[in-house]
């Protein structure tokens, strides 16, 4: 039976219950603060009441008005009547559609904690108004419909169980590599490796000629090196007969300036002026190569003449470049980035969101796509219809220019106008360079796909003996010299390959070394109790203020994401542009690859981004620059590299946004060594949790609940830092271990409650953070319990919760009194039906039972001792 019997007598406790809050003038304050008229509509019985939050005192109407409403909240009276009375849990009534809200997110949010001084004064309206016996009767009854129905819904979902999945647990388990951890952090510029390149004029060209024959006589070596077996690779990709365009770009650049390149990056690498030595060193895998003897061929690089990595993921190297001169242009320098591309990336689709990102930016960015006619295999006429590639510029409104290649001067010319143009803040340039490789797309192929006449004419229009024959004819260079110069270029490679050849080979321990960069010790350190929280306020807001906070303290971090200007989709970020300014609080196309690209460069020269992915669904559609580049950047170039970036994403079901925006995906990248996981579960957690991320040297993927965003609670003011890798225990208890992923903790505690109702006393650890994983908590925990119970939000089947058990189990199986058991969501998408996607998800009815299987004694003594 509904708690009001009829809409008038709904109307009598609301008009008392307004007028009550209208006279408390602390209370009144904090209402019209939000400067909103707020509309409830209410079912069974029906009615409408309009609150006037707009100034005081505030006003309110029943019944239909036209009066226009900012929000609207759709409910019964009787979960209205379960809010006022501060009994409600608002994300679980969002989720099950108790509560419908019809209005702007940001508004909403920022109401809630104003609305909690009004629970007491609501519960003695009641009482003045002779209620206090009806709502002991509903408490009641509500009571027994809430286990009735909650106990339909689990006997459906271990029936579509029982029919569809069994129990999975992953008995793998991986071991977590330390985070090293120094007390104090030493930040200084970094300091380039300058070449002395003539400027211009003979010089210079002669100076390109010996640049060339030094990267043909290395690449050239390299290739009987492999034939021979001699370099610890099958897959060595050369570029000999491109040098010209390695040179003539290289050439036209600062020591300070950045590159990114590809795969066939050896040229670029030495053209910019990488340390010879180390180059082969790495080549044949040494610990004195540039990368440690941990990047190879495929991922060379040299931080100290600027290049941020070659990349073996095609497509990749403009999404580098863009976050490097999107930190230039943060960090107020005139630093230009340039991309070396094949023909082949401008079908990937990371090519064309960079440029555009770089386009709409007004970036300091050169894309230099080096045509070589073939996209590994197939001939470019097969995979474009674009006749220029540079045409394709005009797309993105940036400039566009085709070069020949093969002419190291003509490239400088080009290159040296497209760097000046970006140096001046006019924009980026998609240079086409047309060349030719002499070799296969990687040694040992037979090149069968290609007319041997056409590798003939091109081996004609050699770079290198171009220049050479050019020089000659100008008379500003004879053969003896040239052929000096020639055999220069060779005892060098030999003499490097002799050295390196002598090397050591890396040592055992260098295998786990370089997966994360030296964090503070303090991000990752309980530093003792907690700060007290003076006040409430929702997840949400506990999100911006750390932002907020983290921006003001740090001019290194900035914000970019979609619609971030305007709060994102869920309002969290509303008013930092008012803040902070445009520069650092940057809307960004619909384009996932080149918000997390672009921050990955970005944290690599200098900045500390902090991206927004709309929903964590989406991560799978800039899957490659987490997984292949801010995992892995800083390992494959053997520590040169730092990448303090924070990628935030709203997750998790209950909002009837089907299948694509509604996934738990917190276990998803557990699994890539290099990241860390983070997905709180509080207001203040979610503060201070954000505080470390933004604070720490390495990746974090930052993962909240959709539902949380409206959950309150107590949060300090002012700084508040909440450790890295350091489980809470929200709840102490002796009987069960329950251990919780995210959003799952709100849901364990409430079925701990009605456990303890049983006399079974859960205790409840939320891990908070995923990777890395504070397991001795937890094994503390399960020791003196014997008995465990994960919950995730995420499907069952290899879910993180199999991770937990195996940890727990491979270290403290004795203790275990009975099996670990798991609650997670159903292994099916989620649904769009509102039914249908509460069964998905792990409700407090299958905890509860969890909790209590869990706990049943094997023997009658073991109980009694349990209690």
């Known amino acids: ?217 290395f690449e050239q070596l390299l290739s009987e090196a492999w034939a021979r077996g001699d370099v610890p690779t099958e897959a060595i990709h050369l570029s000999i007969g491109q040098e010209a365009t390695a040179v003539g770009v290289c050439f036209a650049l600062r020591a300070d300036d950045h590159i990114a390149t590809t795969h066939r990056g050896h040229g670029h690498m030495i053209a910019k002026g990488a340390d010879l030595d180390g180059m082969m060193a790495e080549m044949l895998g040494r610990a004195s190569g540039l990368c440690g003897g941990k990047g190879g061929p495929m991922h060379v690089t040299d931080a100290a003449v600027g290049a941020i990595g070659a990349n073996g993921i095609v497509g990749a190297s403009p999404l580098m470049a863009i976050g490097a001169a999107h930190s230039a242009r943060l960090r107020g320098t005139d630093q230009v980035a340039v991309a070396f591309l094949g023909d082949g990336a401008t079908n990937q689709g990371m090519f064309h969101e960079a440029l555009n990102f770089a386009a709409v930016q007004d970036l300091p960015a050169v894309f230099v796509v080096e045509n070589n006619l073939y996209g590994e295999f197939t001939p470019a006429s097969r995979h474009t219809r674009v006749k220029r590639l540079s045409d394709r510029a005009a797309a993105y409104g940036i400039e566009g220019v085709t070069v020949d290649g093969n002419d190291a001067p003509a490239v400088w010319r080009a290159a040296s106008a497209a760097v000046e143009r970006a140096r001046r803040g006019e924009g980026s340039t998609l240079l086409e360079c047309l060349t030719y490789r002499w070799h296969g ?31 000659i004819e100008r008379g500003e260079l004879d053969d003896a010299r040239a052929d000096e110069l020639a055999a220069d270029a060779t005892t060098r490679v030999a003499e490097a390959y002799e050295r390196a050849s002598a090397s050591p080979r890396p040592s055992p321990g260098a295998l786990t070394t370089d997966i994360f960069a030296p964090d503070l010790r303090r991000l990752f350190t309980a530093a003792g109790p907690e700060r007290p929280a003076t006040r409430e306020t929702t997840y949400s807001h506990a999100l911006f203020e750390a932002l907020a906070s983290e921006l003001e303290r740090d001019d290194r971090v900035y914000l970019l994401g979609e619609d971030v200007t305007t709060g994102g989709y869920f309002a969290v970020t509303v008013g930092l542009e008012e803040r902070f300014g445009p520069k650092r609080i940057v809307d960004t196309p619909i384009s996932e690859y080149a918000i997390v690209g672009s921050a990955v460069g970005a944290a690599m020269t200098g900045c500390r981004p902090v991206a927004e992915i709309l929903f964590s669904d989406f991560l799978t559609t800039c899957m490659d620059p987490l997984v292949n580049q801010a995992a892995k950047l800083r ?38 060594p290099g990241l860390i996981i983070v997905a709180p579960a509080t207001p203040a957690d979610a503060k201070g949790l954000l505080t470390a991320a933004i604070r720490s040297d390495n990746p974090v993927i930052f993962f909240e609940n959709k539902l949380l965003y409206a959950l309150t609670g107590p949060v300090p003011e002012g700084e508040h830092l909440v450790p890295l890798g350091v489980a809470s225990v929200k709840r102490q208890g002796s009987h069960v271990t329950a251990v919780t992923v995210g959003a799952a903790l709100g849901k364990t505690l409430e079925a701990a409650e009605e456990a303890a109702r049983s006399g079974i006393e859960t205790e409840v650890i939320d891990v908070r953070t995923l990777v890395p994983l504070d397991l001795a908590t937890i094994v503390r925990s399960v020791v003196r319990t014997g008995r465990l119970v994960t919950v995730e939000d995420g499907p069952l089947g290899h879910g993180f919760g199999s991770e937990i058990v195996a940890r727990v189990v491979e270290v403290a199986h004795h203790a275990m009194k009975t099996a670990p058991r798991r609650v997670a969501a159903l292994d099916v998408p989620i649904p769009y039906d509102s039914v249908l996607e509460n069964m998905a998800l792990p409700t407090v009815e299958r905890i509860a039972a969890a909790l209590h299987r869990a706990a049943a004694p094997t023997s009658s003594m073991q109980w009694r001792r349990a209690l």
């Open 441 to 471: 797309h990687m040694e040992g192929e037979s090149v069968s796909y290609r007319p041997p006449e056409e590798i003939t004419e091109w081996k004609g229009r050699c770079p290198i003996a171009r220049l050479r024959r050019e020089l």
């Open 1 to 217: 039976m509904p708690f009001y019997r009829d809409t008038e007598e709904l109307y009598k406790v609301l008009d008392a219950f307004f007028q009550r809050v209208a006279e408390d003038g602390d209370l009144t304050r904090g209402l019209v603060a939000s400067d909103m008229i707020l509309r409830f509509r209410y079912t069974e019985p029906s009615g409408e009441a309009t609150v006037d939050l707009r100034s005081a005192p505030i006003s309110w109407r029943f019944g239909e008005t036209e009066l226009h409403h900012d929000l609207e909240m759709i409910q019964s009276a009787d979960t209205a009547h379960e809010f006022w009375l501060g009994r409600l849990n608002i994300p679980r009534a969002l989720a099950t559609r108790r509560v419908v809200s019809r209005g702007p997110v940001g508004r909403a949010l920022k109401l809630l904690p104003a609305l909690k001084p009004a629970y007491p004064i609501y519960a003695q309206v009641l009482r003045d108004l002779g209620f206090a016996d009806r709502m002991e009767r509903a408490n009641g009854a509500q009571a027994g419909w809430r286990k009735r129905v909650e106990g339909r819904l689990e006997r459906l979902v271990q029936g579509a169980r029982a029919r569809l999945f069994p129990s999975v647990v992953d008995e793998s388990s991986f071991g977590g590599l330390p985070i090293p951890l120094v007390d104090h952090r030493i930040d200084g510029p970094p300091v380039y490796r300058e070449q002395p390149i003539p400027k211009a004029g003979p010089a210079l060209e002669r100076a390109m000629l010996e640049r060339m024959l030094l990267i043909r006589a």
């Open 635 to 672: 390992y494959m170039s053997g520590g040169q590299y730092t990448l303090p970036m924070v990628v935030r994403t709203p997750g998790g079901a209950g909002l009837g946004m089907a299948a694509q925006h509604s996934q738990s995906l917190e276990a998803l990248l557990t699994g890539m």
